[in-house]
């Protein structure tokens, strides 16, 4: 051994804060096979809080190779370069405090370094993900990393070493050390690709595994968000593309690809944070790196989906010079004389088929990376009749929200449309695609929504008077009685008697043919929404319908919601009786719309009865939808045939901006808004119910949302309104003013109530259930919840204390349809200017504004009778 190093190998730790994972870590430092003479393993205590330092100090007292540093908390990186410039093996490595090594790991990759010593300056290993004790899939670097040998970066662009699951050389003065800069996030990368620089190789090693714990509960880390690190990883990729001034080496190239690609689909990429020429400036500085990237690498780059390439193709400056050339057998796409995309045939993606008594309606788009480059096609529904007439119905075609490709930006265009037939005397209907004046096929895919699967081979619809049966790409229809319809029900159910849940549960569904029956829902922790509504109004009435309220809560069966003569007609949610109705359903109204709060089965059990689904689906939504939500709410996006809206700003949002046809939208007004009395005098009391943020939330497990309880109390959405809650001058304001304030936590945030003071004895913190008629002032953010206090024509606060975080795409969505300049209220983002339009709305005795008065009384549908109109509307 060279005679300036005192160990073959120096393994570095790192520690704050992991007392719950740091025994695993240093366990498995332990049990490594390499002569412990051989090793020193440098743990650095960067300040932590807990009891990690006294663990590292239990271990070092133990065992002589483990020397323990401490210093105060200054950041991962610092703390790394803290253990470098104390190391003094030959050889450098990094494992987290929360991560594991395998037993023969260290004395591998050492050993295996020995033998490419003067052939690359790093080497690293397969790196593994596990979460909750299984592992998960590793990296796509391993594709290429198939044999211990150097790989030369050249050649092998793709390996990418964006982790510190690595082994180098001890170069002690002329070490390279990690950026210590502020919000800068891809510190591992940019320590490897200074590593590398010199020789452009990375060695690696088949023996050895690095264990990466996947411990967080959370999505995508509170840090990573553009607000935080967008300006500090440009500038990294524009000092590193900067030191070449002519071509990027392709392995750099390849960086910066996957670098976009994984923030486009975690939807962190753009800095939605800036606005006008800020932003602007921002999308063109990505831009400027983008021209630099190869189109080869974009192409072929394995980490980026095959759509979101032609996204990035189409980023670039030069993306002008594509060219569209069509013959009749394809379509290609050439820029400067290369082609980068040919099309021979052309996906649809089927939504939604469902017959309703004669009428035929197919909810589709075409999803082709064509449409970056060409303009839209055409689509025509080729249609046979009994006796060979044949007609060609071109369809009117809107921008699918799918065009949202795996990310809340627009990445593609997919053209989407709403077909709609009576089928009397129709035999057989194709679509196919315009081109250029040239015709082209197509091809299926089908969706959980649609009653095919490719996996179960299941090509067959089954309805009251017809048979949809998919064949070669055609819809194939023909005619029966109800006998027949019996008959064949019972021939596909009794197919199924190997699967004994199905088979029983589309058993019972059969005996219930004939029947007409109609399903109401709410949610899940909702007492009485417009589900409970709109069932208690038709209950009433005496058609021949068969209707059932489906309850996800338990003790909804009492007498205050419920007659006891109605009480059998109160179905609990995921019952037998449940699955059984649901297969059997006419329709079903809904205040909630999604599939987890409808269906019973989950989505590898339901398709097993798609085939047999005919429930017309109708939204009768929750409140009004304002917030920006293609991704979720468009046409096709949600499973659902027409939609309640109760103003004249959701029948617009609705058909321009989702894809919902007229005929798609009931002008009734939601069944709530009947419940409400307007004329009602409030009482002297303010209403502040802010909204949930995604952002503040950990995943959810089992269906329950996961805590992440520093991140809350140090986000500016905590601290201000904890300020204005507690607030001497607010007490003053509403002592004086004989007002109470009632704080109205939304019911995901409810297990983070117990953080918020309470020194405000006029704050109230209220229940879950509020009557909104009692309030002459409400506060809120962007919550739905504002459209009732519209409804009743009472002031309006937006309170918003975390507006560049809501803005930059944070929570669940980072724009409004109906924006903050043309609601109901002022917008502030302080406590102490929140307390300040309390003041102006009590010197004009908390009546709204002429301006925003009057945009409440033009904003709402004629409401009256609301809950007859919405049955008129079932009923025809």
């Known amino acids: 051994m060279d005679r300036k190093y005192n160990y073959k190998v120096s393994v570095i730790v790192p520690v704050y804060n992991v007392e719950t994972y740091l025994r695993d870590c240093l366990d498995s430092l332990i049990e490594q096979t390499i002569d412990k003479n051989q090793m020193e393993v440098i743990l650095v205590n960067d300040g932590s809080t807990d009891r990690s330092y006294e663990i590292c100090k239990e271990y070092a007292a133990e065992y002589s190779f483990f020397k323990l540093y401490s210093k105060e908390n200054e950041g991962l990186s610092a703390t790394r370069n803290y253990g470098i410039r104390r190391a003094t093996g030959k050889y450098m490595m990094f494992i987290d405090s929360d991560d594991m090594y395998t037993p023969e790991t260290v004395k591998e990759v050492t050993d295996f370094f020995d033998k490419v010593y003067n052939q690359t300056d790093l080497v690293t290993f397969l790196d593994q993900p596990y979460k909750n004790g299984k592992k998960m899939p590793v990296h796509f670097r391993y594709k290429y990393f198939t044999e211990s040998k150097v790989y030369d970066l050249n050649e092998y662009p793709y390996v990418l070493q964006t982790r510190v699951s690595v082994c180098v050389k001890n170069e002690f003065e002329e070490n390279v050390l990690f950026d210590e800069t502020p919000n800068f996030r891809q ?64 392995y750099y190239q390849a960086m910066y690809i996957h670098d976009l690609s994984w923030k486009l689909t975690s939807n962190i990429l753009f800095p939605f944070h800036y606005d006008g020429e800020e932003y602007d400036r921002a999308v063109e500085r990505i831009k400027n790196l983008l021209d630099r990237v190869d189109d080869d690498v974009i192409l072929n780059n394995p980490s980026t989906d095959n759509f979101h390439r032609h996204f990035f193709m189409n980023m670039k ?110 035999k057989r209907i194709y679509f196919w695609l315009e081109v250029d004046g040239q015709k082209f096929n197509t091809y299926y895919y089908f969706m959980p929504s649609s009653p095919y699967s490719n996996d179960l081979k299941q090509y067959r619809a089954i309805y009251d008077r017809y048979v949809i049966d998919f064949r070669h790409n055609n819809f194939m229809v023909s005619g029966h009685d109800f006998d027949k319809y019996l008959e064949l029900r019972c021939e596909k159910t009794n197919s199924l008697i190997d699967n004994t849940e199905v088979y029983r549960t589309r058993k019972k569904a059969d005996l219930l043919c004939g029947k007409t029956i109609w399903l109401y829902y709410d949610c899940r922790g909702v007492e009485k929404d417009n589900g409970y509504y709109q069932f208690m109004h038709d209950i009433q009435i005496d058609d021949g319908i068969e209707r059932y309220y489906i309850s996800a809560n338990p003790d909804e069966m009492n007498d205050a919601l419920f007659p006891a003569e109605i009480r059998d007609k109160v179905v609990a949610f995921g019952s037998n009786r449940h699955k059984a109705l649901y297969v059997s359903a006419s329709k079903i109204i809904t205040a909630y719309v999604e599939e987890r709060n409808i269906s019973p089965f989950e989505p590898k059990e339901r398709v097993y009865y798609a085939d047999i689904l005919k429930a017309e689906i109708i939204y009768l939504q929750h409140g009004i939808l304002h917030a920006h939500l293609p991704w979720k709410y468009a046409l096709g996006r949600i499973e659902c045939d027409r939609i309640v809206t109760s103003s004249y700003f959701e029948c617009q949002n609705f058909s321009e901006n989702l894809g919902f046809g007229n005929d798609r939208l009931i002008k009734s007004g939601m069944p709530r808004f009947n419940m409400m009395d307007r004329n009602a005098k409030p009482l002297n009391r303010i209403l502040f119910a802010p909204s949930w943020r995604n952002y503040l939330m950990g995943a959810t497990v089992d269906n329950t949302w996961q805590l992440t309880e520093s991140k809350f109390i140090n986000s500016d959405y905590f601290r201000k309104t904890n300020e204005f809650l507690n607030s001497e001058e607010l007490e003053k304001l509403l002592e004086n003013n004989d007002l109470f304030l009632d704080f109205k936590i939304h019911p995901i945030f409810k297990p983070y109530l117990h953080m918020y003071e309470h020194k405000n004895a006029r704050v109230i913190f209220a229940e879950d259930s509020v009557r909104d008629e009692d309030y002459c002032l409400f506060i809120t953010d962007f919550s739905s919840f504002v459209f009732d206090f519209a409804y009743l024509k009472r002031t309006i606060l937006y309170f918003v204390p975390d507006y560049m975080e809501f803005k930059s795409g944070m929570n669940q969505y980072r724009e409004l349809d109906l924006p903050f300049e043309k609601a109901f209220g002022r917008m502030v983002m302080e406590a102490d200017d929140a307390i300040d339009e309390i003041k102006k709305a009590i010197a004009t005795h908390m009546l709204p504004e002429d301006i925003y008065l009057d945009r409440m009384e033009k904003f709402f549908l004629p409401m009256d009778n609301s809950m007859d109109k919405i049955y008129q509307a079932l009923s025809i």
Not at 206 to 235: C, H, Q, W
């Open 317 to 426: 400056h030069d993306a002008s010079f594509c060219t569209v050339y069509t013959n009749a057998e394809s379509v290609r796409v050439y820029k400067k004389e290369k082609c980068v995309l040919e099309e021979k045939k052309f996906e649809m993606i089927l939504n939604r088929l469902r017959v309703e008594e004669d009428q035929l309606n197919i909810v589709a788009f075409v999803k082709s990376k064509l449409f970056n480059y060409a303009e839209q096609p055409k689509i025509y529904a080729e249609i046979e009749y009994n006796g060979g007439t044949i007609e060609y119905e071109k369809q009117e075609l809107y921008l699918s929200s799918f065009s949202y490709y795996k990310t809340k930006v627009q990445t593609n265009s997919f053209y989407g449309f709403d077909f709609k037939k009576q089928l009397k005397n129709v």
């Open 187 to 250: 510190e591992d990368q940019e320590y490897n690709n200074r590593v590398v620089s010199r020789k452009m190789t990375i060695g690696y090693c088949t023996k050895g595994e690095y264990m990466y714990l996947r411990n967080d509960t959370s999505i995508v880390a509170f840090y990573m968000y553009p607000m935080y690190i967008f300006e500090t990883s440009m500038r990294y990729f524009e000092t590193l593309f900067g030191n070449y001034s002519k071509e990027v080496p392709k």
